[in-house]
């Protein structure tokens, strides 16, 4: 199972208490030695955690003032300028998920080397389509979740019009900080093929997605097969001067 850091147990929690109420909006949260005390953890790591919920915009930090609780949810979206992780957002919001089947699973040599994780870990997969009604899907995605979101796979079938990096934010606080995408061709497999009504080993788009937090850390990865003619990426390169 990957390893979750402290830091990010500790931000999951404060965030939980917020969104319960627990520490309204407006109000202070403990200060940094109460919850080092709380936590028994470093004041470094406590930090880390506090400055997680502020770049989801949960809490303020002034000096003099301790830490207030502005909102109690996260900021939903990406800050980035880059139009590719806005135009994921949009595409989420625009073609709900079908989930075809969720499950935990143990990553072998081949499939961690693909996604860049260490063999033998585990992860809750979950595999989709997404496309609009009376159209053959747009996509397959096979999703590879943390395991410790688990309780994730409720909030994916309650919320099919969002991405889950927005909903492990929104209801774990830990906060996406990058996305890296590489898009290479590619056939797509027999059976994906069957489900996106195209024939096996028929050309198309094979989109691979690391989602890290602000440590760099793992915490979702996904592969996406697409017909060529169903996907379209587009960028705008700009020359210095």
Known sequence: MPSISLYSQIAEELARRIANGDYPVGSALPTEHELVDAFSASRHTVRSALRQLQDLGLISRRRGSGTVVEAQRPRSGYSQSLSSLEDLVQLAARTPRSVQKMQEVVLDIDQAAELGCPPGTRWLRISSTRGEAGKPPAGWTDLYV?????????????????????????HFGRRIATVEQTISAAPVPA???RVLEVPAESPGLFILRHYRDQAGVL???STSYHPADRYRFSMTLIRER
Do not use: G, T
């Open 191 to 193: 059976e994906i093929a």
């Open 146 to 170: 943390d395991a410790h979101y688990s309780k994730v796979k409720k909030l994916v079938q309650a919320h099919p019009d969002r991405l889950v990096s927005d909903l492990i934010e929104s």
């Open 219 to 221: 915490v979702l990865a």
